[in-house]
């Protein structure tokens, strides 16, 4: 097991939540991992969006989700492509496939870039960078 820590670059963006996405990441903050259902079709969207995109529904309810999934594809950066990323390189940029479905682009903050393995078990793992922002993160999920 690797004792790496993933460490956040201090100046990053944050995201900026709407109208859409507000649920989302009011359910972070309250540590729940909140999926955009459709009342109509009863596809998942993510990221949220303002109208279904299987059904074309403005008809929507937010459904708690484990955060279990697997690593479906990933890139690791090696160039710093913004001034807060230099001495935060290199670093893995993944888009994992929860087990309900949706998939979803984080960071696994447990492992070195080079021992990501496609269709490696994976959980969220909650970050709360300040009291607005909570990020849903990933680490390497070790079964016994
Ligand atoms: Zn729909």
């Not at 998942?44 to 929507?60: A, Q």
């Not at 459904?63 to 479906?72: A, F």
Request: hydrophobic share 40%; glycine share 6%.
């Amino acid at each position: 097991m690797s004792d790496y820590q993933w460490l956040r670059p201090v100046n990053l963006t944050l995201p900026d939540p709407d109208e859409d996405s507000f649920e989302f990441w009011e359910g972070l903050k309250q540590g729940r991992l909140l999926m955009q259902v459709c009342n109509i079709c009863s596809q998942m969207n993510y990221p949220p969006m303002v109208m279904c995109s299987e059904c074309g529904s403005f008809n929507f309810q937010w459904r708690e989700i484990e955060g279990g999934g697997v690593l479906y594809s990933y890139v690791v950066t090696h160039q710093p492509i913004h001034p807060s990323l230099v001495d935060y390189t290199p670093f893995l940029t993944a888009l994992i496939e929860l087990d309900e479905g949706p998939r979803i682009t984080s960071n696994i903050v447990n492992i070195q870039p080079e021992e990501a393995e496609i269709g490696m078990r994976l959980k969220l793992e909650l970050f709360e960078v300040n009291p607005q922002i909570t990020l849903p993160l990933f680490v390497r999920e070790y079964v016994s």
